[in-house]
């Protein structure tokens, strides 16, 4: 009882009419969330719209046994009646112009699931049934089973545009969403603002589901999810496990970093870590933990508040000079440099960070091991994904790198992981999927420390 929710390119709302779709499913059945592609924040949206925690399924980083085993596994912890996917981008869009990784179309065909197309149907009538023939007939494959169309002026439009996609395309009509700034959200460099940030996100959410629910059909929806085919046999696990030893995994959680996927940290769990979260805005010093785990997140916004908390970063900078293993993240690369935008951070790499107007990465990262380090043995090869607009100044110098880049950018001429005794900070965010090595090695890491 699945389906996968996809735009038709660059679908203005995707993300609000895929929230509100859980959300108002959610008043009389267990929704259990996902995002198709590398991202953290709609995923937050997603959670709290469904109180269940909303997973990332993507075909670069997994196998089609892999988003099998990631779908099933998250449908069982939450017991959910109904499995939702959020695409991304436009339904065919992935990384390369005629193949599929990277898609939402691979999603679906890897869960055997139904598509709910979402149409940005602003001027169109006739030419909608058109576009939704495009999509369908480009891979039959995809089950294209109905069509939402999005920026409707007017009940006469929406009439007419669904009458023309009903007859020519062959394909229900189950809503028309109205051209209504009351379901817009706000946006940052990175996309929409973390639900963290935003006091007043639940009320926005409820409202998007009361906007869903007066202009959706839900039970034709409910319906075609009962109708699903059933998943194709074939499962692989998300990570490895192995460690025995007991340890505690300190991971920097609050306004500031939170892009974590959740099974990176659940894959810790299962390799004996106990999860411990403690805030560089807010907490004085660092936990008494065996490792430390900094994700990405906004520390250019919260740098002024980041730089006031001096025992924090005091704390910090002597766990790394103690030679205690660290991973950090983007955003926790950022924290752990000298400074973001003049202000100063933990200072245990010796570089500025700086913000700049331009993106300086988007893009899925295949990376490879130079040497041995907490998280892989030399030769080791992942993959992952980097987005930021931010830039760490070498200068001239020369530091230790733990990651060959084979496909992406990262920090200096196709070189990642700024590395330092047992610390490492890199531009590439991990999913456990694309790295099943990660938790192992992290948490056999954090053993070995904690013996000393």
């Given at each position: 009882?699945r389906a996968v929710?996809?735009g038709?390119?660059s679908a203005?709302?995707?993300?609000?009419?895929?929230?509100?779709?859980m959300?108002?499913l959610?008043?009389?059945?267990?929704?259990?969330?996902?995002?198709a592609?590398?991202d953290?924040?709609?995923?937050?949206y997603?959670?709290l719209?469904t109180?269940n925690n909303?997973?990332?399924?993507?075909?670069?980083?997994?196998?089609?046994?892999q988003i099998?085993e990631?779908?099933?596994?998250?449908?069982k912890?939450?017991?959910?009646?109904?499995?939702i996917v959020?695409?991304?981008?436009?339904?065919?869009?992935?990384?390369s112009p005629l193949?599929?990784v990277?898609?939402t179309?691979?999603i679906a065909k890897a869960?055997?699931a139904?598509?709910i197309?979402?149409l940005n149907?602003?001027?169109l009538?006739?030419s909608a049934a058109a576009i939704v023939?495009g999509f369908?007939?480009?891979d039959?494959?995809?089950k294209v089973?109905g069509?939402?169309?999005n920026l409707?002026k007017?009940?006469?439009?929406y009439l007419?545009?669904k009458?023309a996609?009903?007859t020519l395309a062959?394909?229900?009509?189950?809503?028309?969403i109205?051209r209504?700034?009351?379901?817009?959200v706000?946006?940052r460099?990175l996309?929409l603002?973390?639900a963290?940030?935003r006091e007043?996100?639940?009320?926005?959410?409820?409202?998007?589901?009361?906007v869903?629910?007066?202009?959706?059909?839900l039970?034709i929806?409910?319906?075609i999810?009962k109708d699903?085919?059933?998943?194709s046999?074939?499962?692989?696990?998300?990570?490895?496990?192995g460690?025995?030893e007991?340890v505690?995994i300190g991971?920097a959680m609050?306004?500031?970093f939170?892009f974590?996927?959740?099974?990176?940290l659940?894959a810790?769990q299962?390799n004996?870590?106990e999860?411990?979260?403690?805030s560089p805005?807010?907490?004085?010093e660092?936990?008494?933990?065996?490792?430390?785990?900094i994700?990405?997140g906004y520390?250019?916004?919260?740098?002024e508040?980041?730089?006031?908390?001096?025992?924090m970063?005091?704390s910090?900078y002597?766990y790394?000079?103690?030679?205690?293993p660290?991973y950090?993240?983007?955003?926790?690369?950022m924290?752990l440099?000298?400074?973001?935008?003049?202000?100063d951070?933990?200072n245990?790499?010796k570089y500025?960070?700086?913000?700049?107007k331009n993106?300086q990465?988007?893009?899925y990262v295949i990376?490879?091991?130079q040497?041995?380090?907490i998280?892989?043995?030399?030769?080791?090869?992942?993959?992952?994904h980097?987005?930021?607009?931010?830039?760490v100044?070498?200068g001239?110098?020369?530091?230790?790198?733990a990651f060959?880049?084979?496909r992406?950018?990262?920090?200096?001429?196709?070189e990642?992981?700024?590395?330092?005794?047992?610390?490492?900070?890199?531009?590439?965010?991990t999913?456990?999927a694309?790295?099943?090595q990660?938790?192992l090695?992290?948490t056999?890491?954090?053993a070995s420390?904690?013996?000393?």
């Amino acid at each position: 009882m699945r389906a996968v929710i996809a735009g038709t390119g660059s679908a203005v709302g995707k993300t609000t009419i895929s929230t509100g779709i859980m959300r108002a499913l959610s008043d009389d059945y267990d929704v259990q969330p996902f995002k198709a592609g590398p991202d953290y924040i709609d995923p937050t949206y997603h959670s709290l719209a469904t109180g269940n925690n909303s997973r990332n399924l993507d075909s670069f980083f997994m196998s089609d046994s892999q988003i099998r085993e990631g779908f099933e596994r998250a449908m069982k912890i939450s017991g959910a009646d109904f499995g939702i996917v959020e695409g991304v981008r436009g339904l065919y869009e992935g990384i390369s112009p005629l193949e599929d990784v990277g898609s939402t179309a691979s999603i679906a065909k890897a869960l055997n699931a139904p598509v709910i197309l979402i149409l940005n149907s602003r001027s169109l009538v006739k030419s909608a049934a058109a576009i939704v023939i495009g999509f369908k007939t480009l891979d039959p494959s995809i089950k294209v089973e109905g069509v939402i169309l999005n920026l409707v002026k007017n009940r006469k439009h929406y009439l007419k545009a669904k009458e023309a996609v009903e007859t020519l395309a062959n394909t229900p009509v189950i809503g028309g969403i109205p051209r209504n700034i009351a379901i817009q959200v706000e946006q940052r460099h990175l996309g929409l603002v973390p639900a963290v940030e935003r006091e007043s996100i639940l009320q926005s959410i409820e409202k998007w589901g009361e906007v869903m629910a007066e202009n959706v059909d839900l039970d034709i929806l409910i319906s075609i999810m009962k109708d699903a085919e059933k998943l194709s046999n074939g499962r692989e696990p998300l990570w490895f496990e192995g460690n025995r030893e007991r340890v505690k995994i300190g991971v920097a959680m609050d306004e500031v970093f939170n892009f974590y996927y959740k099974e990176n940290l659940e894959a810790m769990q299962a390799n004996n870590a106990e999860i411990i979260l403690f805030s560089p805005l807010h907490d004085d010093e660092l936990p008494d933990v065996d490792g430390v785990y900094i994700g990405g997140g906004y520390p250019e916004i919260f740098a002024e508040k980041l730089e006031s908390n001096e025992s924090m970063r005091r704390s910090l900078y002597k766990y790394y000079n103690e030679g205690n293993p660290i991973y950090a993240e983007c955003g926790g690369l950022m924290y752990l440099s000298k400074s973001i935008n003049g202000r100063d951070m933990c200072n245990v790499f010796k570089y500025p960070s700086k913000m700049t107007k331009n993106v300086q990465a988007l893009s899925y990262v295949i990376s490879k091991a130079q040497k041995d380090n907490i998280i892989l043995k030399q030769g080791d090869i992942f993959r992952g994904h980097e987005f930021h607009y931010s830039k760490v100044d070498i200068g001239n110098s020369k530091p230790e790198f733990a990651f060959k880049i084979l496909r992406g950018t990262g920090i200096l001429g196709l070189e990642d992981g700024l590395m330092d005794k047992n610390t490492i900070a890199s531009y590439i965010h991990t999913h456990i999927a694309a790295c099943p090595q990660f938790a192992l090695n992290f948490t056999r890491s954090a053993a070995s420390n904690e013996k000393k």
